[in-house]
């Protein structure tokens, strides 16, 4: 009989495994039995805890999400300004902990999967609508509807543009390097823009 308190931890572990596995394998030889190896455990464990493949890949989606936006929240508690938060939405989305090799194929490998899975779809959706609601919600206490509509476009598409350079790139993105091409860009517009 597993011990009280297991349940999470070997959850967990099948989720690094499987975004190791992805990253040494791609997404279509990501296997069950690849998995359960990288994680030490036996394949049944995965059935036990997740109910199959399908549903430890929309786990691991998930986890990366709920990662991201505890990040992002943590930030958000010390911010001031709509720049502050806007800052904190970059530098989320550009942490050294999450903007790793490892990770960013496991992105790029769940977005080849979204024309797909209904599941990764909708998951994929509210990753971007959450994105493009934070950044329109601040650019808005500073600019017109319609810049800050035109310049949240613009900033989504370079997070997640970079995001998938780096998932197609051999080696480590420089992290800094990424967050001040975004957070340039953004003062830009912003200095170009009518204010509030």
Do not use: C
Request: hydrophobic share 45%.
């Amino acid at each position: 009989m597993p011990k009280v308190g297991m349940q999470p931890v070997r959850r967990r572990q099948l989720i690094d495994a499987t975004i190791e596995t992805i990253h040494r394998h791609g997404f279509a030889d990501t296997t069950i039995a690849r998995i359960s190896k990288a994680a030490g455990m036996s394949s049944g464990i995965i059935s036990h805890y997740f109910g199959g493949k399908n549903a430890l890949l929309e786990a691991t989606m998930r986890f990366l999400m709920q990662e991201l936006r505890n990040d992002y929240m943590a930030r958000l508690a010390q911010s001031r300004t709509p720049v502050d938060r806007l800052e904190a939405i970059v530098n989320t989305n550009f942490d050294e902990e999450q903007f790793t090799p490892q990770v960013t194929v496991a992105w790029l490998s769940f977005w080849a999967q979204v024309p797909f899975s209904e599941p990764l779809r909708r998951l994929n959706n509210i990753y971007f609508q959450r994105l493009a609601s934070n950044l329109r919600h601040e650019l808005r206490q500073l600019t017109t509807d319609q810049r800050a509509d035109e310049i949240s476009a613009a900033m989504a598409a370079m997070i997640d543009g970079i995001w998938v350079r780096s998932g197609l790139s051999s080696g480590r993105t420089d992290v800094a390097a990424a967050r001040k091409m975004v957070l340039g860009t953004m003062h830009l517009y912003l200095a170009q823009s009518p204010a509030r």
